[in-house]
């Protein structure tokens, strides 16, 4: 059911703050290493999270091989606009003293949308690179993207800086990138978890990114779920079942109630995933769930990378 | 004069629902009969719709008290909410400092106006203060909640008014309207000499309609530039008054805990009055002690033939872990906040409820009662 997400050259990964989109990103990038692909992580400083799930400290603004074949690039916009620089002005003397001056701090600052473009700009040059046989060296590119508000932002930044410089290398840098968007190479996953909060933004998120038409939404990731891990019963039956059984009745109670809520919960659950179900159409919605180890987020996404392969690993 | 109106600032990071906090300590605050505005910046507008309204506006909107039907929540106090619009808040301070319409059209119409004033980093953060000094000014409330936008790291917010004054100040823009001045600041002498030249390459570089705007928008904005900042002094010297308080909405999780326990470090720099940890979704414990806990494992261990009784036990039994993970966490930051004066609390609120209605969200408000007066 994740075919047409894993065929993509780049897919950019976001959801609501707290879901989980750093861990789903990681358990895609483990799967597709793991089913013989050469994945590279993408997240933009200053965020870290990637880092922290791998206990890893990568070179800053260059590509960390994690494991083997399984690769990790922070993009830094300071950096990926200092590169840019150094691309436009060829003198290497010219280039480092432009970049020391304040004059270039003050523009690199106000410039509009120029540090944002150059930094997806950098997935454009990654996307690009090739190995001696010349085959993708990458393959594909999973992004940690901005968070679901600011994600439809991010992506059109591009059209953004389009419309403002008419002329010259920014625009035709702008133009580079949007068409790599534009391209039908690039993919969408939101992750969502299956509270009501979360799920209504998730849906909200498919009709702003229906305006923009590319890139696609190709996967919905439901994480964190609770309910598909118990047979969802009668709580009568259960408290049949325990009566018969117990015989302590202060555990019986405890028992009895603790059943109780977490039934409550799965329901409440049930609810928010059936009127998600209902509002999504022809887009796979992948239910992932809750794995309880908090101490290790790498063990969960490696745990939620299995889970991929028993639903995602015939495509491959 | 009126008494000022207390403040409650709500910070944090992404995802830990400083939005739903805001919003259930304003309910506290009404239940115990005080006139109070919930100021937010929901996007999912989900909260407006929570609170009985289709859509929140950028101006103080009451909450109707049939909201609240279905429950008995014996609300004495009122309760209002708006929702923050960084661009027309902006917008609106143009047209305050503008000294004619004319000359605040003119800014509000330039594409690098309508860029800065939407996309600027910062200027979501600034806006959000600048609102709130107009709201305490012009009405009258006992106490106002500010749910601040989401911020990798949340000192951002402080910092705002500060950062958006420098960058509009900033030498270089205003030489390039003005070559004639002092540019020694830039550190780039040669170009000092040839100001002309230096548009002339930026013109060919990115097109002279957008150098055009540039200048016309930093001139324009020259005019108003005394009065922004005069501004922006006030606005930053209301984050350090006294009736002003900052509490740092976090969750149980080590990326979460860590940043808080980063901010709390950094705070220290600032003139404000820090008031405590909100810990956010902070699961509860499933079983009462580890007697009982030991009892249901025996249990549960004999039930080799019932799967479904099984799993659902192990099930509690696993959620309840959790709850005894978050305490960890929880007294972790409390040893690494403890060496300060300032006195913090911490709130249990429960996970598992939805959170979509005023009656729940009057539920959950209980733990935040201590928070307000």
Redesign the interface.
Known sequence: MLEELFKSRIIFVTG????GKSTITTAMGIFLKSAGRKPLIVEFA??K?IE?IFHIKAEPYRETEITRNLFYFNISADEALAEYIRRQLILDILSKFVL????YR??S??A??LKELVAVGKLYDLEKKRDDNGKHLYDPIIVDAP?L?KFV?FVKTPQ?VM?????????KEAEKVYHLIDSGKCSVAIVSTP???AV??AV?AQKELAEIQQPVIRAFFLNMT?SG???I?EPR??RQ??EE????Q??HE??AH??Q?????AQ?EHRAIDWFNSRVKNIPVVTLPFV?T??S?LFIAESLSIQLTAIGGAAL | MRPQPEVIVCVGTGGVGKTTVSAAIGIASALKGRKTLVMTIDPAKRLAQSMGLKTLKNTPTSIPLSAFTGCDTGMTGSLDAMILETRTTFNNLIRKYAQSEQKAEAILNNSYYQYVSGELAGSEDYMAMEKLYEIKNEYDYDLIVVDTPPARHAINFLTAPNRLTQLISSGVLKWLVKPSMNVSLLGLNIINRAPQKVIKLLKSYVGLEIVEELTNFFSEFDGLYSGFKSRARDVQSLLSSKNVHFYMVTIPTHDAVEEAIYFYSILKGFHINFSGFIMNKVHDTFYSSDTVRTDVNRLKNKLEEDEALKRVIEETLNMDRLALHDKKLIDYLRTKVRANAISYTLLYLLMDKELTNLCTLAEFSKALGGIVK
């Open positions: 609501k703050g707290g879901v200053p965020d999270s922290h020391s001056t304040k004059f003050h523009i600052n106000t509009p949308g968070q508000g932002s953004t419309k403002m410089f008419r002329i010259g290398p920014v625009k509270d009501e909060m209504t933004e909200e609770v891990r118990i047979s019963m039956y259960y079942r325990l059984l117990a015989s302590k202060t555990v405890s028992i603790a059943v809520r977490l039934l409550n919960y409440m309880e908090p101490d987020d």
